[in-house]
């Protein structure tokens, strides 16, 4: 584990599961920024420490890189019980996903392992990490998780069954959590990204892409016209939901691009 500040945060702990270059990088960013103690989790920890402090330094914040293999179930155990030496877990985001090819394949020519890998990941492995951390949050009374699903997760897709299956499986367990936990304090959403999602524009050299005070909605409006979402606008809905009020917590979010549809 690494880190680059020297106490853990009061709010305490925001777990972000599945932590690539796009999306699970730019939430794990936005929760740093809000002044959360940050755990990510990914199964590449090289990479994984290099996100960790740079996002450490650029927001001052403490960042900690755990490894963790979804489709394991001793390996996320393992996790968790770093994650937990940390502090509370307030927030759980899952956004791990099994990579698929964009080329469809025939039903046939699947093989059952890669099919129980995705399950195992999409799903399974979600059903795991939400284990660790309910206990904690119902104990509290308060807590935040959140799951990222995609478009087959509401629609069948051909050659895709894999993916389809685990982000059905995911989406139905969002919902049976959210009807037991949220009565007792713990905000459960499924948010699915039913688009591309690209590089940040505040990365981008073009001056017409650089990071702005502007608002979220500003920033939607403004962006998107490439048919890709911007993960730190993605990150902005994702810090909403977790201090959404209780009064009207949603439990299921679609976000699209505004601009021309890249698939």
Known sequence: MRSMANSASPKGIAAIVGVGAKLGRSIARKFAHEGYTVAILARDLGRLSRFADEIAREEKAQVFAIRIDCSDSRSIKDAF????????????????????????????????????????VSSVGAFHCAQQVLPGMVDRGRGTILFTGCSASLNGIAGYPDLCCGKFALRALSQCLAREFQPLGVHVAHVIIDGIVGAPRSSMPSTSHQR?????????QSGGGDGYMDPDVLAQTYW????????????????????PRLI
């Open 240 to 259: 909403q939901l977790h201090v959404q009020d209780r009064s009207t917590w949603t439990q299921e979010m679609d976000l699209r691009p505004g601009g």
């Open 81 to 120: 019980e770093g994650v937990l030496s940390l502090g509370f877990v307030e927030v759980l985001v899952y956004n791990a996903y099994h990579p698929v090819s964009w080329t469809p394949t025939s039903f046939t020519g699947i093989r059952l392992d890669h099919f129980e890998k995705s399950l195992a």
């Open 212 to 220: 702005s005070s502007s608002s979220v909605g500003e920033q939607q």
